[in-house]
């Protein structure tokens, strides 16, 4: 087996400041490093009991605490500092109460890292059947095998807390793009009723080696939006995530709704872009001051064949490809590139072999890993407006 060194590039704890750990729940979790002159964009630390989080930082999607297709080992070396895993899934299998006994979500998954839970919200509403919402919670089906669950705000907390990740949700409603301007408001009004109901539940819990970051909805308007904010930001969480995105709406206008909202937060708390996305749109949302995001987009396109370089998206089972001997991206330092051509890759697709699925995996968080070092120092550099206007120019849809 071929060993390799872990990039330098974009791994966590590299900052060049040495800091300790700290009890994640004192006055100095969140630290802002450099503000760019010319957008909101800026680096952090945010400091947990598993270690330090780099911002801005993208996390890989463990949906089923596994980032598919990847080892933890593979995930340190591509620079991966958190990744986020689902509350709904892990519920229905295996149970928080086998993964507490097993000695909790680190110690399951063979990750000394930072882990992140959402809230199963969007899952509930998206995958779960017969769904019944009221002010008391949500009834439901798995999807599974059809059996009958409920999750409460606290039960939602309860499960998280038993999982022991380092940064969890409350149980938020999800809305549809398009949603009416009532349905919207009424969803709002129950995400608003439950973030009380959790931080009240979290706060009897006393447990100061997790933060638990609120939840903002409000659809695509404005002024529910603002109302989100203004109530939410009032329960005074640790961080604040920004919900309800990259639901099925055009990238405009969930880049001006991202950007509106991030505008209302403080500047002194995390600010996190739930379900976003494309590197272009990272790149975006870092401008307006946002520090982390997650989304399946690397994983799950690579799985499928298609690869990220700076020049843009490749489709790499395509015969373009077939006799192409350079690797994916010229002068990235992935394993994948290392050692390994862009016809090989095709080849390994186009005859249903795993292998291609892992090394297209790989490379694309390792892209992702590099784009957001790479904000990172020029923020630090204070060239960020000419750097994200260079990447913007030269990303094409497809290449």
């Known amino acids: 087996m ?28 969140f630290e802002i490093l450099h503000q760019d002159n010319e957008s909101n964009a800026r680096t952090g630390i945010i400091k947990t009991k598993n270690g330090e989080i780099e911002t801005p930082s993208f996390m890989p999607v463990a949906t089923l605490a596994n980032v598919k297709t990847q ?57 779960a059947q017969l769904r019944k919402v009221t002010d008391e919670g949500v009834e439901f089906s798995s999807h599974i095998d059809g059996r009958k669950e409920f999750f409460s705000p606290e039960k939602v907390i309860d499960i998280q807390t038993e999982l022991g990740s380092n940064i969890i949700h409350p149980l938020d409603e999800c809305v549809p793009y398009p949603s009416s301007h009532s349905y919207a408001e009424e969803g709002l009004n129950r995400t608003l009723k439950w973030a009380k109901r959790s931080k009240s539940h979290f706060s009897k819990k006393e447990r100061d080696d997790i933060l638990m970051f609120g939840i903002i909805q409000g659809s695509t308007y404005k002024d529910l939006r603002k109302i989100a ?7 005074d969480f640790s961080g604040y995530a ?49 520090d982390l995001f997650d989304c399946v987009i690397p994983t799950r396109n690579g799985r499928t064949g298609t690869v990220y370089t700076k ?13 192409d001997n350079s690797p994916i991206e010229e002068g990235c330092d992935c394993y994948t590139c290392k050692h390994f051509s ?37 923020i630090n550099n204070r060239i960020f407006k000419d750097w994200s206007d260079t990447f913007i120019k030269n990303f094409k849809q497809e290449v």
């Open 311 to 323: 020049s843009g998206k490749i489709i790499i089972k395509g015969n373009a490809y077939k006799e």
């Open 71 to 127: 080892t933890p080992k593979d995930l340190i070396n591509a620079g991966v500092q958190v990744f986020i895993t689902n509350t709904y899934h892990l519920h229905l299998r295996p149970g928080e109460d086998v993964i507490r006994k097993l000695g909790g979500l680190h110690k399951f998954m063979g990750w000394n890292k930072p882990i992140v839970t959402d809230s199963g919200g969007f899952q509930v509403f998206s995958l």
């Open 242 to 290: 920004i919900g309800g995105v990259a639901v099925g709406e055009p990238t405009d206008e969930i880049i001006e709704i991202s950007n509106f909202t991030a505008s209302l937060l403080p500047s002194d708390k995390p600010r996190y872009l739930m379900g976003v996305g494309s590197p272009e749109d990272i790149v975006k949302a870092v401008a307006s001051g946002i």
């Open 229 to 235: 904010v203004e109530k939410i930001v009032s329960l």
């Open 2 to 29: 071929v060993e390799y060194e872990l990039p330098k590039l974009g791994v966590a704890g590299s900052n060049p400041v040495a800091r300790s750990l700290i009890l994640i729940k004192g006055e100095n979790f």
């Open 342 to 378: 862009r016809a090989y890759i095709r080849h390994l697709f186009n005859t249903g072999e795993i292998l291609g699925q892992y090394l297209a995996t790989l490379h694309n968080i390792r892209f992702y890993m590099r784009l957001m070092a790479e904000m990172r120092e020029a």
